[in-house]
Each structure stands twice: as C-alpha cells, then as structure tokens.
C-alpha cells in the first residue's frame, strides 16, 4: 500500500488509547516515512466533506483493515 501523501510504504498496525486502559484498540496504515495514519473512520470522516464520496485508494484501504 502506498502512502496517498508521500507515496511511500503503508504498514497494518494496532493503534491502543494507553489513556482508556488499553482497552480501546483498532487497526489502521500508518505510513513508515511520514507517519499518516488512517483507518475506515478517518477516510469514512474524509469521505463525507467531498462530494465524490470515498475514493478508489480509500476503498482499498478500508478493505484492508480489518478489526
């Protein structure tokens, strides 16, 4: 996976919120150069502000991370 900002590698990781005990947790890209981060929430919120809709890079995306 690509980055959509610097178009360098994407890798699958667990984000944890360490302030709620750990116990809220999802999976989501984060880019291994800038460090972007998006999961389906992030690129779902994005969606919603453009009139297109979600993108073909943000659809493969979301398919790719699962809970």
């Known amino acids: ?12 990781e667990r984000f944890t919120d360490h302030q709620q005990s750990g116990k809220f947790s999802f999976m989501g890209w984060r880019c291994i150069s800038c460090g972007l981060i998006l999961d389906p929430q992030i690129l779902l919120n994005r969606s919603q502000n ?18």
Do not use: Y
């Open 50 to 67: 453009k009139p297109e809709g979600i993108s073909k890079p943000a659809r493969k995306i979301m398919a790719g991370v699962k809970d």
């Open 1 to 12: 996976m690509k980055c959509p900002k610097c178009e360098n590698l994407m890798v699958v």
